[in-house]
């Protein structure tokens, strides 16, 4: 699949993303052919990179893609999404967890064969804990750990195809970037308070201080709704960056619709409470994990 290139490198070999930089030509080098770059910052395209000079094949190649970050069930065809969301949906958010509500034989073996069920020892059937992220059944200390686990392995992967000399050293290179980014952000749950006591919810992540983002967010609500407008912090959870696209596909019911801005949430009471409590365990998780010195 063809792409546009969006990393380029310095002379000291650190990757910079085309978010980061200003039009023109900064100086920034190919990761791949390493030859000179001009950094588009278009409103037609995706800012982008093109090389002054010839564009070399590598640099047309689409990234891969991070499951649990880039997309939730890309890879798989939509009728296996339906089978999967069918049979958790009907009743999967009471009762036994990860239980499989679907009847019907020739899709229950579909999904065994692909992994997304078990069969509980004669109890039933459970969805395996990839079919649980696609289904967003997971709460988000679940998620958090199932992810942790796979970025792990996606750079064991990485590191030993590139000494194998199987993909570009520049892939490794902008994988370790990138990951780096989800691995030391703050994970944060903000609150809005408007008119009348109506709530919005906004989840994101940040490599600043939390207390310096609200005060942006707020600008933006206030710009949107009312000068009134009051933020606050509910929760800021560091080194948890990973989990921002997950918590927002889990709420994908509930986004609201503010300018171009894809982040804010409104809930209704029950799913505002819920998202509170799976922001609440997953911060005491990961305090718990710290107070133990791991
Ligand atoms: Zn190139």
Known sequence: MDAYLTWGKTSSGAMEHITGVV?????????????????????????HFRHDGKTCRESTKALPMIQGWDHFHLNLPVSVVHQLQAGYLRHGRMGTPRAYYGQETSIINNLLEKDFLYD?????????????VIVSGFDLSEFDQWMHDKLAERRRVFVARAKAGEIHPALLAIEQRRQRELLTSTLYLFRFTLKEGRTIHKIGRTNRAPEE???????????????????????????????????LYRYRDCHLKMDNYQEYLELPVSREAGLCIDFDMLFRFCKSIHSVGV
């Not at 967010?217 to 696209?245: C, M």
């Open 23 to 47: 039009s023109g030509k900064g100086g920034l080098i190919c990761p791949f052919c390493e030859g000179p770059l001009i950094a588009v910052r278009g409103t037609q395209t995706q800012h």
């Open 120 to 132: 509980h020892s004669g109890y039933g059937y459970r969805f395996s804990d990839d079919a649980m």
């Open 213 to 247: 983002r609200l005060v942006e967010t707020v600008f933006d609500v206030r710009k949107h709704f009312d000068d009134n407008v009051q933020g606050e912090i509910l929760y800021a959870i560091p080194n948890r960056g990973y989990v921002e696209q997950y918590a």
